[in-house]
């Protein structure tokens, strides 16, 4: 069964611009889940995403913003994109709702400059 | 507020050895806790967990210790090798979302 996919791998954007990040989840998984990496500061959750809904909002700026798909792909977007946006956007996910074993993709790297 | 600590960045280990990290966490509100571990340039794997019902998970040479009272809990490794040289994050699983630990680079020497 394949992994978690997340495209584009590596991007490079320019402060103001606005970026969209793909997720493909495990085929049958209806959860999916995006986290913010830098470093020093772990994994910081933005919001998760339940059979088209979003069930579940971290505390970041209305300029983050995600959906998903019927066929349970997601995206993320953030808009108006400042230096402190660039990080590891890691995306998740699992078969229920409960969240147990999350299975993580490789992460999309944004340089914002 | 930072809800899941882990308040030692990095760690150093002989191969062979014994491996503990450890994690506090604040909310007595969460039901359930997983250690994952991440490799540069890859998403974080899932490792092991347990529940806030019991104390203590064992799997191979991983095992993972609950300390409800005081919120702690820790990963141990016995015995170290090589490739468990990663960033390991905690987690705790509470209102419908996982909460990670700042995460420990742990670093096994030959």
């Known amino acids: 069964k394949a992994g978690v996919t997340q495209t584009p791998r590596y991007l490079i954007k320019t402060r103001g611009q606005q970026v969209t990040l793909s997720c493909s989840p495990i085929?049958?998984?209806?959860?999916v889940s995006w986290y913010q990496q830098t470093p020093g500061q772990g994994l910081q959750f933005l919001f998760e995403y339940f059979s088209e809904t979003q069930r579940n909002k971290g505390n970041f700026p209305g300029r983050f913003s995600g959906r998903q798909f019927s066929n349970s792909r997601s995206e993320m977007n953030v808009s108006t994109l400042e230096l402190g946006d660039s990080a590891l956007y890691l995306c998740a996910s699992s078969l229920g709702q409960d969240l147990y074993e999350q299975y993580f993709g490789p992460g999309t790297r944004l340089t914002v400059t | 507020d930072q809800q899941v600590k882990q308040n030692s960045p990095s760690l150093s280990v002989q191969e062979g050895r014994i491996s503990i990290l450890n994690c506090d966490y604040t909310?007595?509100?969460?039901?359930?806790f997983l250690w994952y571990k991440k490799y540069p340039a890859e998403g974080p794997t899932f490792l092991i967990s347990?529940?806030?019902?019991?104390d203590k998970n064992e799997d191979g040479r991983f095992t993972v210790f609950l300390n409800k009272s005081a919120k702690h809990l820790s990963l141990h490794i016995v015995p170290s090798q090589p490739g468990d040289s990663a960033v390991y994050f905690c987690?705790?699983?509470?209102?419908?979302?996982?909460?990670f630990g700042q995460g420990t680079r742990l670093t096994i020497n030959p």
């Open positions: 347990i529940s806030s019902i019991k």
């Open positions: 085929s049958g998984h209806r959860s």
């Open positions: 987690a705790a699983r509470g209102a419908q979302k996982l909460v």
């Open positions: 909310n007595s509100m969460f039901d359930y």
